[in-house]
Nanobody, 125 residues
């Protein structure tokens, strides 16, 4: 499975961005997907996750109400819509896939078995 994230860029506080993550693999519709971010000098942190069906979504408290996650199985793509961006949202954003069944501890990096290369989001004040 390969994951290709895109959509990052330089924006001002209050702006919006939509990140995309395109996956290879024939069974994308069975994958649980997540977004994480890593700011300079900090550990990678959970941002959002979505169940294989798209019915269940999960968000970090810091982005709840501002970010949404969605998926398009026909396009093998997961999206992260980011609104009302803040300077503290500045980070490299990574998408991740969980391809096997079992308990899904979605906020933990170890819950995912494939990772994309990351896309940089910079929010200026």
């Amino acid at each position: 499975v390969q994951l290709q994230a895109s959509g990052g860029g330089l924006v001002q506080a209050g702006d919006s961005l939509r990140l995309s993550c395109v996956a290879s693999g024939r069974t994308f519709s069975s994958y649980r997907m997540g977004w994480f971010r890593q700011a300079p000098g900090k550990e990678r942190e959970f941002v959002a996750a979505i169940s294989w069906s798209g019915v269940l979504t999960y968000f970090a408290e810091s982005v709840k109400g501002r970010f949404t996650i969605s998926r398009d199985d026909a396009q093998k793509t997961v999206y992260l819509q980011m609104n009302s961006l803040k300077p503290e949202d500045t980070a490299v954003y990574y998408c991740a896939a969980r391809t096997y069944a079992g308990d899904f501890d979605y906020p933990k990096t170890r819950a995912y078995d494939y990772w994309g290369q990351g896309t940089l989001v910079t929010v200026s004040s």
